[in-house]
């Protein structure tokens, strides 16, 4: 059964720290999400990427979060310095050509103290 | 105005009550409607497509009116597993190049 797969699942991090979230697509899936929940704001859009390019990364914070896929079977999250208002559940999600569905990963579940 | 907007609920209801769910959304170019199902602590899931002409599932309806930008799920006859978030969806263009904006979703208990 086909899934994508974020690491970690969840992580602790103390205020200034670097956390690095990855995301594995589906094999095959060319789009790949970034989403961020929270009980005030719902869920997100941080950035997406369509055949490994960025397409819109309008919705991170540019001083502190990048998002890359250094490769077509990973998808990274950074945030650097950690700050405890990133405290949130991030969503990895992809989605095959030409197809509306998306299917999103566990999701890590980031506390920052 | 938010993009997708839904009643947060919470909605409690009893065993084998009908509920509906509403959403409204702000872009007329939007395409492509769903409703998503999450449950604590995990990720959403696909629970249906919605289509032009209404479409049902078992026990789950859902219903498209684009002249006021309205989505809706009916679900009858509740059962216990039916507690979760129910997220409405919109996307602008039938595509892969677009990303789905999500509601807050509406939040659902059934109860015994």
């Known amino acids: 059964d086909a899934r994508v797969t974020q690491t970690p699942r969840d992580k602790v991090t103390e205020m200034g720290q670097e956390v690095t979230m990855r995301c594995q697509p589906i094999?095959?899936?060319?789009?790949v999400f970034w989403y961020r929940q929270t009980m005030m704001q719902g869920l997100e859009l941080l950035a997406y990427f369509r055949n490994r390019a960025p397409l819109d990364d309008s919705g991170m914070p540019k001083d502190r979060f990048s998002a890359e896929m250094p490769d077509a079977t990973l998808a990274t999250l950074k945030i650097q310095p950690s700050e405890p208002r990133d405290s949130a559940v991030y969503f990895c999600?992809?989605?095959?050509?030409?197809?509306?569905?998306?299917?999103f990963g566990e999701g890590s579940w980031l506390t920052v103290v | 105005r938010k993009e997708v907007e839904q009643d947060p609920g919470p909605f409690n209801v009893p065993e084998g009550a009908t509920v509906a769910f509403n959403c409204t959304y702000s872009?007329?170019?939007?395409?492509?409607f769903f409703w998503y199902r999450q449950d604590c602590r995990k990720e959403p899931k696909l629970l249906m497509s919605?289509?032009?002409s209404g479409n049902e599932d078992g026990r789950f309806t859902a219903q498209l009116n684009r002249a006021s930008q309205y989505i809706s799920l009916l679900i009858r006859d509740s059962k216990l597993s039916d507690s979760a978030t129910y997220l409405c969806v919109v996307t602008s263009v039938n595509s892969g190049n677009t990303p789905l904006v999500f509601g807050k979703g509406t939040r659902l208990s059934v109860i015994a």
């Open positions: 999600a992809s989605r095959g050509e030409a197809r509306n569905t998306i299917y």
């Open positions: 094999l095959g899936h060319n789009t």
């Open positions: 919605v289509y032009s």
């Open positions: 872009n007329s170019a939007s395409q492509s």
